[in-house]
């Protein structure tokens, strides 16, 4: 399998390209859309759960992250 990096040679002598996603331009953009849907994915997130913990808080007071009584060596 003699050949330039990114190309397969067969037999039949066509060679074998790589797919478009594979190409670094559509890496960039698929890189550059999976950050940007993130931000927009936390800036939506975040508000939401600070809404949710004030709740909480307001309906039955902190801690807002259940924590279980355990008991263990010594009642600690």
Known sequence: ???????????SGR???KPAYEKLYNR???????LGLSVIGLAV????????????????GFPVFYRPLRGGYRGK
């Open 1 to 11: 399998m003699k050949g330039t990096m990114g190309e397969i040679k067969s037999d």
């Open 15 to 17: 060679g074998y390209k």
């Open 28 to 34: 960039r953009i698929k890189r550059c859309l999976d």
């Open 45 to 60: 997130a975040i508000p939401l759960y600070l809404a949710i913990a004030v709740a909480i808080v307001a309906d039955t």
